[in-house]
């Protein structure tokens, strides 16, 4: 097997799928799931934070104004998901040459 074909089994085992990100998206977004799966750990751990405190703090009334910032967070991530995954790939094929 020659680099070129072991670079493109490479980049095809770890490219990412919009399908699977919008998947992860609808289902876990509030999670942060699909930002885990590309690879944007710190905020997709701020999401998670954020929805802990707002559930946590809804009977103030303060986390009602926490969940819509994160409910706005995600669906904003919905429109930008397609440039993300196009963007990792892009640099993963980069890396494989």
Do not use: C, E
Request: proline share 1%.
């Amino acid at each position: 097997m020659n680099d070129t074909s072991r670079n493109m089994m490479m980049y095809d085992a770890q490219k990412k799928s919009v399908g699977v990100a919008f998947a992860l998206w609808f289902f876990l977004g509030t999670l942060g799931a699909h930002r885990f799966y590309t690879g944007r750990t710190v905020t997709a751990i701020a999401q998670i934070v954020l929805m802990l405190m707002g559930a946590a703090t809804l009977w103030l009334g303060v986390g009602a104004f926490i969940l819509i910032g994160v409910g706005i967070w995600v669906l904003v991530d919905a429109f930008m998901l397609p440039g993300v995954i196009r963007r990792y790939n892009v640099a993963l094929a980069s890396r494989f040459g």
